[in-house]
């Protein structure tokens, strides 16, 4: 069960310009894969999303997590069903088949279109839940990951806040099971804030297969920078 997640870089960037700057100064990091926070941007477009995804792509030469994360959950984009659909379907049409990732959230009322649009375009699909307010309870968890499976998510994502040690274990606990129930099931689990950082450490130990780390302003609270983490998966993975 113990492997050492990858590592994902979030960023997030208000225009265009700022985007490549932030882009130019991640290419000599050493990291896995770039997950580009389209709702970072002051405003969202299809146009918009295709301009700035073909920047990441030029820029960038890891796979990419192209992700809209709405209001509901904790991102900048105002919640709206056709204006969330657009956008993601525009990031799609630039992606690469076999390569990048989508992620959808689970919630949003076209998910059930959006996985299926995703799949026939040979992208993988991260089907995501969070919840900024707090840790549910394991049998909770477990139960919205294996439906994250059953709705044919490639990968599925759920990040909670925890409050406390217990919430990090009840995290840890219901990734453990999610991987003995499912162990063909890719999925990361993570709990947010101070208290969840050691699910981002060592949520590989329970089957999580990615990490989120940050190399400058970090896009969820708890995120560990890059070098902190990196020294904390050589000392867990040995």
Known sequence: MSQKPMIAIPVMARTLPELEEKLTALAPLDFDILEWRMDGLSSLSPALVKKGLALVKSHCQRPVIATIRTSEEGGHFPYDHAAYETCVKAAMGILTPGRDAIDVEMERTPSASLISCAHTLGLSVIVSFHDFAHTPKKEDIVSRFLAMKDRKASIGKIAVMAHSDAD???????????????????????????????TRILGGKAGSILTFASAGEASAPGQISLSTMKQELDKAYR
């Open 168 to 198: 990090a274990r009840t995290m840890m606990d219901a990734m453990a099971q999610v991987h003995k129930t499912a162990p063909d099931f890719p999925f990361i689990g993570i709990s947010m804030g101070p208290f969840g950082q050691i």
